[in-house]
């Protein structure tokens, strides 16, 4: 019994050694293209109903890696090692209905009360990413790193509007924001990911699932 204890300790210490040796899901050389869908984003007007939530794509290119725990050679006949730098870029788009009452305001002694309004609002983002990758067991990505890039907003107002001093934030903003995330393949191509960030004006969802495939 001891016997079979101690090569089932030896087999598992191995597999791991050899885990924690290389790294395959992402690296050097590595494309990589997610297709998610997430929950509501946190910026935007306070009264809204989503009529599209966000749909993201995002491509993920592997930079320098292979540079934690290091063997003098992998199968490959050269070093192996865990870690990888990526950069890439993400696109986003979601559609909300805002609405709200115009709070009027006092102009010459009288209170003008502006009613009503109600628009369409088309979301879209554009950013880069930069992001740190690590392999802690074997088919699983886990990621972190930062975006930047922009917001744009398009709002088509569905009834007559005057200028108000509500939450109408209108125009393109800046976007900036940290990430997270983890993607796990079922072969050398498909694969499911899981992402979190913390919208701080950026416009990308707060969560987020979707596919993966790996081209390279």
């Known amino acids: 019994m001891n016997k079979v204890l101690f090569f089932i300790f030896l087999f598992l210490f191995t597999t791991l050694g050899e885990a924690f040796a290389q790294q395959e899901t992402f690296q050097k050389g590595s494309m990589v293209m997610d297709l998610?869908?997430?929950?509501?984003?946190?910026?935007?007007?306070?009264?809204?109903?989503?009529?599209?939530p966000p749909v993201t794509m995002t491509l993920d290119f592997g930079g320098?890696?292979?540079?934690?725990?290091?063997?003098?050679?992998?199968?490959?006949?050269?070093?192996?090692?865990?870690?990888?730098?990526?950069?890439?870029?993400v696109f986003s788009f979601y559609e909300d209905d805002c609405w709200g009452w115009d709070d009027g305001h006092?102009?010459?002694?009288?209170?003008?009360?502006?009613?009503?309004?109600?628009a369409n609002v088309y979301n879209a983002v554009a950013a880069f990413r930069f992001s740190f990758h690590y392999e802690p067991v074997k088919h699983m990505?886990?990621?972190?790193?930062?975006?930047?890039?922009?917001?744009?907003?398009?709002?088509?107002?569905?009834?007559e509007y005057y200028p108000h001093q509500g939450d109408d934030p209108k125009g393109h903003t800046f976007s900036f924001g940290p990430f997270t995330g983890m993607r796990y393949y079922?072969?050398?191509?498909?694969?499911?990911?899981?992402?979190f960030s913390i919208d701080t004006g950026s416009g990308l969802p707060n969560a987020s699932t979707g596919i993966v495939l790996k081209f390279k």
């Open 36 to 52: 998610s869908i997430g929950t509501p984003t946190s910026s935007g007007a306070q009264n809204r109903n989503v009529i599209v």
């Open 186 to 195: 079922f072969g050398k191509v498909f694969g499911v990911k899981a992402e």
């Open 106 to 118: 006092y102009y010459d002694g009288y209170y003008d009360y502006y009613g009503w309004y109600d």
């Open 141 to 159: 990505d886990v990621y972190f790193g930062l975006l930047t890039g922009g917001r744009f907003r398009i709002w088509d107002y569905n009834e």
């Open 64 to 89: 320098p890696s292979g540079f934690l725990h290091k063997k003098s050679k992998s199968k490959k006949g050269g070093k192996g090692g865990k870690g990888a730098f990526g950069f890439g870029a």
